[in-house]
């Protein structure tokens, strides 16, 4: 599970350690042409938009007092076409920013699910789904406006910002100097309300995530049937009400905290122009006045100096609560991949995989508890075999299953296919190497075809209905109204616990791996459907490896080796027959069964 974090302190300590200005400019690095050229644009919109103001001074100051209309029509034409200008030039700048804006966001959301993909699943057990949701969809969206109307916003405020204050000093320094002494007082303002609305903003995120996953799992079907069954959903109500009001007083506390030490820039913003004037009044005495036309044009200045100025230190107060999601992507992206591919892996074509299975001196313990779930496990599976895997619960079968698939990695020891350390081979060669069905299939939300072609995208009509004939599922898949072209549903709860597991197991039947490994495949079949299945797996089994991991030990009687584990070591091996006699371990399953 993901550590909560309620500290200030807490929150610095993750952001400093996964986000840094450099990790966060290099998303943009690869749009910095592009970028560049939006700069320019913005730089040059803003110099077209000081234009006005000087037209404007050259109005009061000369064509006006002089009566000159010819003067006065080329100031105010000027004025209109810097305005009319500046306008096209912004909405240039914006179109190219959005493009650019979406396209790193599509790099960062690809980024993110590629790297997830590539996690063990030791990340995935102890992480809740809604969670990773909230942070490729929720955290991600929340950066939209940074990346797309934020960072042209800023930039945008920023050059207008920087080309004022130039033009102010231009106009009068006196009055410049007078003007620019808010600057700092309001710098430091701002970046003490974006620091504490910053942690805020994390907070505020995990209780998104935790009301995500609280929808994902209580509004599936599984979640209903459960809520429905043990009466508890006014119960699954009331705490996501108190989720809801959680995130509700976070929303409230982000958005106002410190609004009272931001209300004194506004204030200072909003009598700056009456001090200007007054400022301007006392100039009127000294050796150097400042003519009228100065102080209109000083004003009219000022007005394009303090929207944008106070748009700077909006967005940058903004900004700082971005960082706050970079915090919580970047800590996924920096999850250590534990299960890598070789630089220049093994690759073995299909038309020469044999099938082979050896594993050697096996060790492996579960890290989040220290548990050891096998230890020093040697076996030997020739090709085309039929081996058995059974033990008691606990015992290590499962755990067995998922080191051949890779999804953990051994800690010690070696598992090889056809005498090529697992570690080696490309998982490209593994997936068509090893097919797997598992005792809880997982079925997409698309029609029948379309799951089973998840398998092999390629396949015929004729193969899907040749794997489904094996898989004992075909006759049920042309019982439906619409047949292969059946909707599954969430979960594929449209269909029961055997047929799913039909299907997955025809599924993985269409790729036609030499090794088939079935963890508990057939528990949820009846004992007809099983006898079935079985005789069709005898046949499809000719040429090909099959490991069953079994509970039930009718399926395995036919096995050319069962192997049995206890407390995640081999306690026994043999046929069927070897292992009843022998008086063990399993001769006592056989007798609870």
Known sequence: MNRELTEPDDYADLASQHVSLRRVLSLFLPYRTRIGGVVLLMVLASAVGLLGPFLLRSIIDSALPQHDLGQLIWLV??????ALVSAGIGALQVIISSRIGQAILHDLRVRLYSHLQSLSLRFFIGTRVGEVQSRIAGDIAG?????TETANELGRSLSAVIMTA?????????????VLLIVPGSVLISARVAQIREALTYEQQARV??????????????????????????????????????????EVRSHTAGEWQWSLISFALAVLPAMTLLAGGLLMHTDTPATIGTLVAMIALQEQLLWPFEQVLEIGRDMRKTRALFARIFEYLDKPVEITERL?????????MRGEVRLENVCFAYRDDGRQALHDISLTIPAGSRVAIVGPTGSGKTTLGYLLARLYDVDSGAVLFDDVNLRDLSFDTLSQMLGVVSQEPYLLHASVAENLRFAKPEATDKELIAAARIAQIHSHIASLAEGYDMLVGEGGY??????KQRLALARTI??????????????????????????ALEG???????????????????????????????VERGTHDELAELGGLYANLLREA
């Open 77 to 82: 034409s000027g004025m209109v076409t810097a």
């Open 143 to 147: 950066l939209q406006s940074l990346v």
């Open 166 to 178: 130039v033009a102010i000093v231009l106009l009068d320094w006196r009055l410049a100097l007078f």
């Open 209 to 250: 995530a935790d009301m995500s996953a609280t929808v994902q799992e209580t509004l599936s079907a599984s979640g209903i049937i459960l809520a429905r069954t043990m009466g508890r959903g006014s119960h699954l109500t009331q705490r996501f009400a108190r989720l809801s009001k959680d995130l509700a007083r976070l």
């Open 344 to 352: 220049n892996p093994v690759i073995i074509p299909r038309s020469v």
């Open 494 to 499: 449209r269909f029961s616990g055997g047929e």
């Open 510 to 535: 269409l790729r036609d791996p030499p090794v088939l490994l079935l963890d508990e495949a057939t528990s949820a079949l009846d004992t007809r459907t099983e006898r079935a299945m079985s005789l």
């Open 540 to 570: 499809m089994s000719k040429g090909r490896t099959t490991i069953t991991i079994a509970h039930r030990l009718s399926t395995v009687r036919h096995a050319d080796q069962i192997v049995v584990l206890q407390a995640g070591r081999i």
